[in-house]
């Protein structure tokens, strides 16, 4: 989904470094999700945000950490990264409004992290 | 809690043949679901979602599902498979009472010609 830009889309690095993924949208939406996949373990949250005020820890949150720029911006950091976090993350957003609130979620095309 | 189980990873089906990919749920309340499609180097797309009303739900590109709540389930199925079908399927829950949707661990689903 081009409306969900993730940068950037491929990153190999070293056990120890600091690493930031960014995400971008122009959907308007107001909450934004950060999702790594595994073969075989399919998606698991690490954050989401309902808004720029409100960060919450999702599945698996331990040794990441998150900022919400701005509505339109949710960045991820791996603090000093370790090999098993080599995974593709994606970043979500969706929409509150609607029916129940429940709205699906538009994912970028995704960064793949690889550290050494 | 909540759960989501797709119990096959590989689906193989013919072209022109129907297809269904499975998937069983777990929710203490209401069960919100969904399904995503995954094609190669790109994020999850969104195909179909069921919150309340008719159990049959269609969606994009001729799919469709029916929510059974007695089975707790929520297959996906097309009645004529297309090459161009195959790719990596997502269903996945929320809770009513929950803010955040749980993923399958995904089907592959490959329509041969």
């Known amino acids: 989904d081009a409306d969900v830009t993730q940068t950037p889309r491929n990153r190999i690095t070293k056990t120890g470094k600091r690493i930031m993924l960014e995400c971008s949208q122009t959907k308007g939406h107001d909450r934004m999700y950060w999702y790594r996949q595994d073969p075989g373990l399919g998606l698991r949250l690490i954050y989401y945000?309902?808004?720029?005020?409100?960060?919450n820890k999702g599945e698996i949150s331990d040794g990441y950490s998150v900022s919400r720029q701005a509505q339109a911006k949710f960045s991820l950091s791996l603090e000093s990264a370790i090999p098993n976090q080599t995974a593709l993350y994606f970043c979500?957003?969706?929409?509150?409004?609607?029916?129940?609130?429940?709205?699906?979620?538009?994912f970028g095309d995704g960064t793949r992290l690889s550290i050494l | 809690a909540q759960s989501v189980a797709q119990p096959e990873d590989q689906v193989n089906v013919a072209e022109g043949n129907p297809l269904t990919v499975k998937c069983t749920y777990s929710?203490?309340?209401?069960?919100?679901l969904f399904w995503y499609v995954q094609y190669p180097n790109r994020g999850l797309q969104f195909l179909l979602k069921y919150i309340t009303g008719d159990n049959l739900v269609k969606g994009s590109y001729g799919f469709e599902a029916e929510f059974n709540k007695s089975q707790t389930s929520f297959h996906l199925k097309k009645p004529s498979a297309l090459v161009s079908d195959s790719a990596l399927y997502f269903c996945?829950?929320?809770?009513?009472?929950?803010?955040?949707?749980?993923f399958g661990t995904g089907t592959r689903l490959t329509v041969i010609p």
């Open positions: 945000s309902f808004d720029v005020k409100d960060i």
């Open positions: 979500a957003t969706s929409d509150s409004t609607g029916l129940r609130g429940v709205q699906p979620q538009h």
């Open positions: 996945a829950v929320r809770d009513s009472g929950a803010n955040n949707l749980f």
């Open positions: 929710v203490s309340g209401n069960p919100y």
